[in-house]
């Protein structure tokens, strides 16, 4: 049973072959004997989801039952949870219990799903591979010498070794699709603004977007389906009406045309995922899509844009754990400053603290002009490069990570070695645009993913094209030896 899809388990809801409290306890009981091999949830909440899967069971018993209802998922422990302590990954945030429930945990209670509880993840969202977190580095189900990927790498590894069917995620520079990818599962990330972020503890907040992660495209649409929409509370949110992303999901792809950027595939990308993608894309061709080669000409800036632009608004997001109003204090403060610096210097890891030096160092006065200002001029040319590539083809292609899970340490000492991991994602947050990373093999036993990106709000075709991939291959349905 743990290895259905969402739409399989909906069925069997439906069908009364299992009930929700059965399927919860299901979950449960295998995150209680595989969480500690993988260290991918932070807080289980069971009773809080049994006394959930109870109602949904009621709801269905009454006719009031969702595509949906009874659904067990996770939640990345970056969203307020109303009771339930939300940590960010952070010792700064290891005390704060949530007064409230974050927009997309609140639809999602209304859609009638079940929280399991809150997965592991880089600080403050701050990583590549998860190995930032204040509660130890998620391992990944493939082989556990190995990272999962990051910031959501406790929400893909709990996905992909069965514990949960399904979880959400953040994607700031490619935080949902990179650990997607090496994962071996699926993860979408939407346009800016199709996804509320109230709620959701911000880190760069032009580039934050929530997202879900799941075993295929037909599952991520269910989800997005619940979790989009607009909403006042957030005011980067955008009021424009939500389609039914499953309705397209069967539609023929004949005649869609791919771009494939040339950037994406020359220095940096791995033979062996070079020739996975190639492959993949032989596969589209069956399907009747017409490939094209574009160009992307700013791609190169992409990652010095990004490493501009986030840590400058994280400096600025963070600026607000400071040991007075809530999360760490250090312990017998002398005055004012020493609570600020003992509780900053104590409550932040070395990957967060690095990274405010630099936002605050390009926001002073003496160099804002020259990185900051300069960086948002770059970010509209490359915004502006997808532009003029979305005039010539219906979506993008192109592999989601330059090679497969690296191991734990590897690159830990090489801060650069570890952002270019993002190369082919951060562009896409950089100018807001949806994208979804699908697995589209194996090397050496560890699952790569294929990238599609699309123009703004384009998220239905994006998951019909991913879907239709996945009727004719079947890398989404590979599961971890032992899970």
Not at 139 to 154: A, L, M, R, T
Not at 264 to 278: D, K, M, P, R, W
Not at 335 to 358: A, H, N, P, T, W
Not at 402 to 416: L, M, R, W
């Amino acid at each position: 049973m743990h290895h259905k899809t969402i739409a399989e388990l909906s069925t069997e809801l439906a069908a009364k072959r299992i009930s929700s409290v059965e399927l919860t306890r299901l979950y449960l009981e295998r995150i209680q004997h595989f969480n500690n091999i993988l260290n991918s949830f932070i807080t289980i909440t069971e009773e809080h989801a049994l006394q959930a899967a109870k109602q949904a069971d009621e709801l269905r018993s009454q006719g009031k039952a969702g595509a949906l209802t009874g659904i067990p998922i996770a939640q990345k422990d970056i969203f307020c949870t109303d009771g339930i302590k939300t940590t960010c990954g952070s010792k700064m945030l290891d005390n704060f219990i949530a007064p409230y429930d974050a927009t997309v945990v609140k639809n999602l209670k209304l859609a009638g799903t079940v929280m399991l509880g809150k997965t592991n993840m880089d600080e403050f969202a701050m990583g590549s591979s998860n190995e930032t977190s204040y509660y130890g580095p998620t391992k990944n189900p493939w082989n556990i010498d190995y990272v999962p990927g990051g910031s959501s790498g406790g929400s893909a590894a709990a996905v992909a070794g069965c514990l949960t069917p399904a979880a959400t995620g953040t994607d700031t520079g490619g935080s949902i699709r990179q650990p997607a990818a090496l994962c071996g599962i699926t993860g979408i990330k939407p346009t800016y603004g199709r996804v509320s972020r109230f709620g959701m503890i911000a880190f760069a907040s032009s580039l934050d977007q929530g997202g879900p992660l799941a075993k295929t495209a037909e599952d991520c649409a269910l989800l997005l389906n619940a979790m989009s929409g607009f909403d006042e509370k957030d005011s980067t949110s955008v009021n424009q009406p939500v389609p039914d992303y499953t309705a397209n999901l069967n539609h023929s792809i004949k005649g869609i045309r791919i771009g494939l950027p040339k950037e994406y595939f020359s220095h940096g990308l791995s033979n062996e995922v070079a020739t996975a993608i190639q492959t993949a894309i032989k596969e589209y061709e069956k399907l009747g899509a017409v490939i094209e080669e574009i160009s992307l000409p700013n791609t190169g800036l992409s990652v010095p844009v990004y490493y501009v632009i986030a840590p400058a608004e994280c400096s600025s997001n963070l600026a607000r754990y400071d040991g007075v109003r809530y999360g760490y204090r250090c312990k017998d403060p002398v005055d004012l400053q020493d609570l600020y610096k003992r509780s900053r210097s104590e409550g932040f890891g070395s990957e967060v603290k690095r990274r405010i030096m630099v936002g605050t160092y390009v926001l002073s006065a003496g160099y804002y002009d020259a990185y900051y200002l300069k960086a948002q001029k770059v970010r509209r040319l490359i915004r502006d490069d997808f532009a003029q590539a979305f005039k010539k083809v219906d979506v993008i292609l192109s592999p989601t990570t330059p090679t497969p899970a690296f191991k734990f340490g590897e690159k830990t000492h090489d801060p650069i070695s570890m952002y270019l991991s993002d190369i082919y994602t951060i562009a896409v947050n950089l100018a807001g645009l949806p994208g979804i990373s699908i697995p589209a093999g194996f090397v050496n036993r560890l699952p790569i993913g294929m990238q599609l990106i699309g123009n703004l709000f384009d998220e239905a075709k994006l998951l019909n094209i991913a879907h239709q991939y996945q009727k004719i291959t079947d890398w989404h349905k590979q599961i971890p030896e032992g899970f």
